[in-house]
């Protein structure tokens, strides 16, 4: 079970807006900043959100992030067939003095 | 264009050693710290180890701690992780990623290759 929790799947239609969570403790994501990846399948992971709310370079803007206390959040609007894919949040922990990823989020686009 | 490749996977026997090569190019290799991040069959990604720019400080997750040691080459531009007392739990695709930066102590990876196949199995 990972330190950061994040729900096993999430699912919605093309065109809807889903939000992935986040949830952690006061020695991880409250206290540093948070990272979201996005792993298509079959491929290696990317840099989605930088810094709790910064988009990496080329991400579209109907991805973003945010973070408040001990739990952060993606959120994707407009969704798309391409969005399909396993969404990972990450963190580094203060008290285990390194880095954290959560278990994954598979989004579904139906 | 930063570019890292992963190589030296396969198939390993339970105690057996393997060591695993990152090539990289397209950036000042001694400039950044760099990681080795692992994901399971059909699981998560879990983080292996991480190393600073000049390779003096070094992190490794308690999984790996004792077994894995990771190290860099900066006159070959080239991280390695020298894997021994292999697992069955140990068989995963081990990613090779960049840090924005000299140091770890974060998780902004900003850079990935496509990652080297082990397999642990008798």
């Known amino acids: 079970q990972s330190v950061l929790t994040q729900p096993p799947s999430a699912s919605g239609t093309p065109g809807q807006r889903i939000i992935i969570s986040c949830s952690g403790s006061s020695s991880n994501i409250a206290s540093n900043p948070v990272h979201w990846y996005q792993q298509l399948p079959g491929t290696a992971p990317r840099l989605l959100i930088d810094?709790?709310?910064q988009r990496s370079s080329g991400v579209p803007d109907r991805f973003s992030g945010s973070r408040s206390g001990t739990s952060a959040s993606l959120a994707i609007s407009g969704l798309q067939s391409d969005d399909e894919a396993d969404y990972y949040c990450?963190?580094?922990?203060?008290?285990?003095?390194?880095?954290?990823f959560g278990g994954g989020t598979k989004l579904t686009v139906l | 264009e930063v570019q890292l490749l992963e190589s030296g996977g396969g198939l390993a026997q339970p105690e057996e050693s393997l060591r695993l090569s990152c090539a990289a190019s397209g950036f000042t290799f001694s400039s950044y710290a760099l990681s080795w991040v692992r994901q399971a069959p059909g699981k998560g990604l879990e983080w292996v180890s991480a190393?600073?720019?000049?390779?003096?400080?070094?992190y490794y997750a308690d999984s790996v701690k004792g077994r894995f040691t990771i190290s860099r080459d900066n006159s070959k531009n080239t991280l390695y992780l020298q894997m021994s007392s292999l697992r069955a739990e140990d068989t995963a695709i081990y990613y090779c990623a960049r840090y924005p930066g000299y140091s770890y102590g974060q998780t902004r990876l900003d850079s990935w290759g496509q990652g080297t196949t082990v397999t642990v199995s008798s």
């Open positions: 990450a963190a580094w922990d203060d008290s285990l003095k390194g880095p954290l």
């Open positions: 190393t600073t720019g000049s390779g003096a400080s070094i």
């Open positions: 810094d709790n709310n």
